[in-house]
């Protein structure tokens, strides 16, 4: 079945250590999102690839960083955790940049910071 | 700024007692308004959209309605197991990749 895949489900890492999640998508789809979703909270847009080209929401801090090497993955990099990143992270595609196109999630990778 | 609140933040059924969710929504220009379903520990499954005032969409228990103001996620005769999260969000003229998250409803259907 197409879908989007997320690896690791979980990651526990330590303070400041540099962590990487992956998402791949057998969708085809030209756009790839990375939300931030806390407990009780709802998902927060961090960025987003459309092709290669690459969109930081203004409010995303920069020790997140994203690569999009090829169609089908698209890589988020934390380069020095902190406690407040503790999080469900969720890659989500959709067909194109347009109004009205449905964004699909992968099931999402749960961060723990130690 | 576009926002989404959803009500109430949790509800308990009883197997069988149908009810409601609701969607208010503050948004310019509505181009359309996603209904999402999510379990513990998953990312959010896609479930409905709506586009329109008025137009409504029906998927086994569930129906979705909207107004220029609200949507309604109506549960008929609910099981255990479509308890979830439910999570709806809206997208606004000119903001192709934004989707402005409500909070969610987190329902919970007791056998």
């Known amino acids: 079945d197409a879908m989007v895949i997320q690896n690791p489900r979980y990651q526990v890492t330590q303070f400041g250590k540099p962590v990487t999640l992956s998402c791949s998508q057998t969708l085809n789809h030209n756009v790839m999102y990375w939300y931030q979703q806390k407990s009780s909270q709802a998902p927060k847009l961090l960025f987003h690839?459309?092709?290669?080209?690459?969109?930081n929401e203004a409010d995303t801090p920069d020790n997140f960083q994203s690569r999009r090497p090829n169609t089908s993955f698209c890589f988020l990099d934390i380069r020095s955790p902190g406690l407040g990143d503790a999080a469900m992270y969720l890659c989500a595609t959709s067909r194109e940049l347009l109004v009205q196109e449905t964004q699909y999630f992968g099931p999402g990778t749960r961060l723990l910071v130690l | 700024e576009d926002q989404v609140t959803q009500s109430p933040e949790a509800l308990r059924l009883q197997e069988g007692e149908s009810s409601s969710l609701n969607c208010s929504y503050t948004v310019s220009g509505l181009r359309g308004l996603f209904w999402y379903r999510q379990d513990p520990g998953k990312g959010p499954e896609f479930l409905f959209t709506?586009?329109?005032a008025g137009e409504e969409k029906e998927k086994e228990r569930l129906k979705a309605t909207l107004t220029k103001k609200e949507s309604f996620l109506h549960i008929t005769a609910p099981k255990p197991e479509d308890s979830a999260t439910y999570l709806c969000a809206v997208q606004a003229a000119g903001s192709a990749r934004q989707l402005t998250f409500g909070s969610g409803t987190q329902l919970t259907v007791l056998p």
């Open positions: 709506l586009y329109s």
């Open positions: 690839y459309y092709d290669k080209d690459f969109n």
